[in-house]
């Protein structure tokens, strides 16, 4: 199993950036598909960005063009940036770490990032 610690967070302004830092332990990172979600109040979690053990990306379309991430296999890290912040972005940020296998995967999760953005 995984063990996910997320950082990163905070209060930023509209307009600003932030980075998304994941700490992951317990298990072989390279092979695992590692993912941002966002939980909104009362909102479903919905994927952001995944960025595959192999290198391949894929982003939600509402994020394309503002989000990046990425991963450092030799930290054990995986980073989302995020720019052009907007009060609607407001969610907790949850990190995914997502090992497939044969017919299924399994997915770790981390507790989760709060993030609001406000002037």
């Known amino acids: 199993q995984m063990q996910l610690v997320e950082s990163g967070g905070g209060l930023v302004q509209p307009g600003g950036s932030l980075r998304l830092s994941c700490a992951a332990s317990g298990s072989i990172f390279s092979v695992y598909d590692m993912g941002w979600y966002r939980q909104a109040p009362r909102k479903q979690r919905d994927l952001v960005a995944r960025l595959t053990g192999s290198g391949f990306t894929n982003y939600a379309d509402s994020v394309k063009g503002r989000v990046i991430i990425s991963r450092d296999n030799a930290k054990n890290t995986v980073y989302m940036q995020k720019n052009s912040l907007k009060p609607e972005n407001k969610a907790v940020y949850y990190c995914?770490?997502?090992?497939?296998?044969?017919?299924?995967?399994?997915?770790?999760w981390g507790q989760g990032t709060q993030v609001t953005v406000a002037s």
């Open positions: 995914n770490a997502r090992l497939s296998y044969g017919i299924g995967w399994k997915d770790d």
